[in-house]
């Protein structure tokens, strides 16, 4: 089984920093494109920043030049550095992964359990 684990949220204040990781662990073939993806209450899921197995990147507007997205392919971990937090920043922090788990099979998408990120005063 693959699995997404998490980490690096909690409480910032505005104009803070935080930085996320997602490491992937299991038996699995490779891992294709990742992404972070959050969800504020009462709404709707919605991609951050994406990132392909080469390095292409992808950002929502709202976080262009302030969230950098990167990956460590020799560790299967990818991050997400949050710079100039605000509250509308506040949300579940998901991370995505599109991955094969052996060669001849199609890759599967997996999610992580999600990190709590709180930008307040």
């Known amino acids: 089984q693959v699995q997404l684990v998490e980490s690096g949220g909690g409480l910032v204040q505005p104009g803070g920093s935080l930085r996320l990781s997602c490491a992937a662990s299991?038996?699995?073939?490779?891992?294709?494109?990742m992404g972070w993806y959050r969800q504020a209450p009462g709404k709707q899921r919605e991609l951050v920043a994406a990132?392909?197995?080469?390095?292409?990147?992808n950002y929502a507007d709202s976080v262009k030049g302030r969230f950098t997205i990167s990956r460590d392919n020799a560790k299967n971990t990818m991050y997400l550095q949050m710079d100039s937090l605000n509250s509308e920043d506040t949300a579940v922090y998901y991370c995505?992964?599109?991955?094969?788990?052996?060669?001849?099979?199609?890759?599967?998408?997996?999610w992580g359990q999600g990190t709590q990120v709180t930008v307040s005063s």
């Open positions: 995505n992964a599109d991955v094969r788990r052996t060669s001849w099979l199609r890759s599967s998408t997996y």
């Open positions: 990132i392909t197995n080469g390095g292409d990147t």
């Open positions: 299991g038996r699995f073939f490779s891992i294709n494109a």
